[in-house]
C-alpha cells in the first residue's frame, strides 16, 4: 500500500483529525502543539501540510518542506501563505472557502444590529456601569434603509437576503458577477461605487488583493452621508483604519462594527478607544458547526491531494479560475477524477484522451483537457505529471488529445465525456454537474448509472445472470469489507455493471475472488 503522510500544522477539530486516521493510506501527525521551530523540523516527512492562521507559510517553511505536494489552509484567508514561494516549488495550495460562510453572515448581521442599536455600549452600561439609562442608546431601525454590499459573493449574497427579510432596501457593488445574481434575489445592482456611499448602512464582503486594500478611505468617507453605520466582518485593511478612527471620532461615522483588523491581535488598535464601535476578535468563523466543517473538508481535501485525484479549492494552478465563471471549477475536478478512474479501470498505456463537452462547459474545453490528462496521467507517472507540464508530458508520450464539441442536445444542460483510449482499448465516462456543485459520474462505457465521484470503488462487470449480487456481498462479507453503497447499470447485451462504494481498501486477494466468479467480466478497483 502506497501510504501518504499528512501534518496538521495548527489546531482543528478533532472529527478532522479523526477523518484522517481512519484512512488506511494515509499517516497523520498532529503537530499542533508544537512550538513552531520544532515544527520545522518534521516538515520534510510529509506530502501534505494542513494549516491555519498560526503557522507562517514562508521560506523558512518552505525549505524545510522538501517533499510537500500541497496545503491545505483550513479556513478562507492565505494572507499568511507565501503562493508565489508555493508554486514555484510546485506545491498546490488549496483553502475551505464556504465551510464558514454562514457563520460569517450571521456575524455580519450581529454587528449591523449592533451598528443600528448600540447594544455593546448598552449592555456594558448596565453590567459593567450599573446605570439603567435608557434614553441614552436610541437607536435606528433597519426597516426601510439602504443597505450597500461591496462584494456578492457566498457570504454577501446572503447577508443581502437577510438584510431584505429586515425590510431593507439592499444594492450590491460587484463588478465581477453577473447582474443576474443580485437581481434574481431582488437586489439592485450598481456599476457605480458612489451609489454604495450614499447608503445608510455599508458592509463589505471582497478578498483581501490590492484592488480592495483600502478600499473605503478618506476620499470615500468624505462623500458618504452624515451618520452612516459601517461593518467588515470580512479582512482587515479593507476599510483604511486611519480613515475609519476619523469617520467615527467626528461623528461623520455613526457606527462601526468591526471584527477584523490590519494587525491582529488588535489589543492596542486606536479604534478600540472610540465609544462608537462595536469590535470582536476576528470570531466570523467561530461557530461550533463551522469549526467542525472546516476541518472535514480540509480533512477530505487533504486527503485527496495526498491520493493525487484533485485538488479542490486549488488558489495556484496554472489556470486563472477567478476569470471563468463560477460553474466551471466543479467541472475542472470532475473531468480529473473521470481521467483517473478511466485510467484505474483500464490500466495500460495511454493512447488518446479525448474530451466531448456539450452546453456552456464547452467553452473551457483547453481547461478540461489539461485537468483530465493530469488524472489520466497520474495513475502512471504520479507526481511527475502537473497542471502545468501535462500537455507537454502527454506530447512527449505521444499522447493523441482530442477536444470537441457536442452537436447532440441532451437532458443535460451542461456535459462532459471522456474518452481514454489505451492499449487495453477505450474507456468512456459521461459526468455532468447538478445544482452548483453536485458532481456525477452518469454513465460509464454504454451503463448508465449515478455515481458520486468519490471514495474506494469496486467496478464490476458481468454477464446478466441472476445470483450475482448475492455472490458479490459472499466474498466481500467473508474478507470482512462493508458496503457503503450499491449502484447497478445493465445494457442491451445482457451484461450488467456495478459501482461498489466500500469502507475498506481491496486487496489483490479479494480482486482475484471476485475475478474467479463464472460471471465476471472483468472487475477493478478505483479510489478517488
Known amino acids: 500500500m502506497n501510504v501518504k503522510k499528512i501534518i496538521v500544522c495548527d489546531t482543528i477539530h478533532e472529527k478532522g483529525i479523526k477523518q484522517l486516521e481512519n484512512e488506511e493510506d494515509i499517516e497523520v501527525f498532529n503537530a499542533a502543539s508544537l512550538p513552531k521551530d520544532e515544527l520545522l523540523a518534521h516538515l520534510g516527512e510529509y506530502d501534505i501540510a494542513i494549516t491555519r492562521s498560526s503557522t507562517p507559510v514562508n521560506s523558512a517553511f518552505l525549505e524545510n518542506a522538501t517533499n510537500l505536494k500541497a496545503i491545505v489552509r483550513a479556513g478562507v484567508g492565505v494572507d499568511n501563505v507565501d503562493m508565489e514561494g508555493c508554486s514555484k516549488r510546485g506545491i498546490i495550495v488549496m483553502n475551505v472557502p464556504t465551510a464558514n460562510t454562514i457563520a460569517a453572515v450571521e456575524m455580519t448581521m450581529a454587528h449591523l444590529l449592533a451598528t443600528a442599536r448600540s447594544f455593546p455600549n448598552a449592555n456594558n452600561h448596565l453590567k459593567l456601569d450599573r446605570i439603567w439609562k435608557r434614553e441614552k442608546w436610541y437607536g435606528v431601525e433597519l426597516f426601510e434603509k439602504k443597505l450597500g454590499i461591496i462584494g456578492f459573493g457566498n457570504i454577501g449574497s446572503r447577508v443581502g437576503i437577510r438584510a431584505k427579510a429586515f425590510g431593507m432596501e439592499v444594492i450590491t457593488y460587484d463588478p465581477y458577477i453577473d447582474p443576474k ?9 450598481t456599476e457605480n461605487f458612489d451609489d454604495i456611499l450614499s447608503c445608510d448602512f455599508i458592509t463589505i464582503h471582497t478578498p483581501k488583493n490590492k484592488e480592495t486594500i483600502d478600499m473605503i478611505s478618506f476620499e470615500e468617507i468624505k462623500k458618504m452621508k452624515d451618520g452612516v453605520r459601517l461593518v467588515n466582518c470580512a479582512r482587515g485593511g479593507l476599510y483604511n483604519e486611519d480613515a475609519l478612527y476619523d469617520g467615527l471620532k467626528s461623528g461623520k461615522i455613526a457606527y ?24 470582536t476578535p476576528h470570531l466570523g468563523a467561530n461557530t461550533y458547526e463551522s469549526q467542525q466543517k472546516i476541518a472535514t473538508q480540509a480533512a477530505s481535501q487533504a486527503i485527496s491531494a495526498a491520493r493525487g485525484s484533485s485538488y479542490p479549492n486549488a488558489l495556484n494552478l496554472p489556470i486563472d479560475e477567478s476569470k471563468m465563471p463560477s460553474f466551471v471549477k466543479p467541472y475542472l475536478e470532475l473531468i480529473q477524477k473521470m481521467g483517473s478512474f478511466a485510467a484505474q479501470v483500464n490500466k495500460s498505456s495511454v493512447l488518446t484522451i479525448k474530451i466531448v463537452a456539450e452546453g456552456e462547459i464547452a467553452k473551457f474545453l483547453d481547461s478540461l483537457l489539461t485537468f483530465a490528462i493530469v488524472g489520466a496521467l497520474r495513475e502512471s507517472m504520479g507526481e511527475q505529471v502537473n497542471y502545468v507540464n501535462a500537455e507537454f508530458i502527454a506530447k512527449e508520450k505521444d499522447v493523441k488529445m482530442i477536444t470537441e464539441i457536442s452537436t447532440s442536445n441532451s437532458a443535460f444542460k451542461n456535459r462532459i465525456d471522456m474518452y481514454l483510449t489505451t492499449s487495453k482499448g477505450t474507456t468512456k465516462i459521461r459526468g455532468t454537474v447538478f445544482g452548483d456543485d453536485v458532481q456525477r459520474i452518469v454513465k460509464i462505457d454504454e451503463f448508465n448509472l449515478d455515481i458520486e465521484p468519490k471514495g474506494k470503488m469496486i467496478i464490476f462487470k458481468n454477464t446478466d445472470i441472476p445470483g450475482v449480487i448475492g455472490e458479490l456481498g459472499t466474498i466481500l ?8 453503497d450499491f449502484r447497478l447499470g445493465r445494457d442491451n447485451k445482457n451484461h450488467a455493471l456495478a459501482v461498489i462504494l466500500v469502507d475498506n481498501n481491496i486487496s489483490k486477494k479479494i480482486i482475484q475472488d471476485l475475478s474467479k466468479l463464472d460471471a465476471c467480466i472483468s472487475v477493478a478497483y478505483v479510489v478517488l
Not at 477 to 484: E, L, P, R, S, Y
Open 181 to 189: 445574481k443580485a437581481i434574481d434575489l431582488g437586489v439592485k445592482y
Open 256 to 279: 462601526a462594527g468591526i471584527d477584523v483588523f490590519i494587525k491582529e491581535p488588535a489589543i492596542d488598535n486606536k479604534l478600540l478607544d472610540l465609544e462608537n464601535i462595536s469590535a
Open 477 to 484: 462479507a467473508k474478507h470482512g469489507v462493508n458496503i457503503a
